[in-house]
């Protein structure tokens, strides 16, 4: 709920299990579940899909030390963010790694 309201998206922690379901090559990070229309992750161009893999320099390997990381940030904070992006074409990964800033609200 914090990063949501902070951030204006919705995360869940990339388990094996839940990397398997959404045909991710791999696992770890936080999988972006849902992003506000107009929110920051947005205005940011996050989308669902898109896995964090740090925000601020460091790698939250639990949902609580995502929550702390974001619980630190300000009100007009740009937080930078590692973002993976991966697609599927037929048997062809292309996995990708890209760098935005999302600013708190």
């Not at 639990?62 to 973002?83: I, P, Q, S, W, Y």
């Amino acid at each position: 709920a914090l990063v949501h309201k902070r951030l204006g998206m919705t995360v869940d922690t990339l388990t094996e299990d839940l990397a398997r379901r959404l045909r991710l090559g791999f696992a770890g990070g936080f999988v972006v579940m849902s992003v506000e229309e107009d929110g920051p992750a947005d205005l940011a161009g996050i989308k669902t899909g898109h896995v964090i893999q740090a925000i601020e320099n460091q790698s939250p390997s639990t949902m609580v030390e995502l929550a702390r990381v974001v619980h630190g940030l300000k009100r007009g904070d740009r937080a930078r963010m590692t973002v993976v992006i991966e697609k599927r074409s037929g048997n062809f990964i292309q996995r990708r790694q890209a760098v935005t800033e999302v600013t708190a609200r």
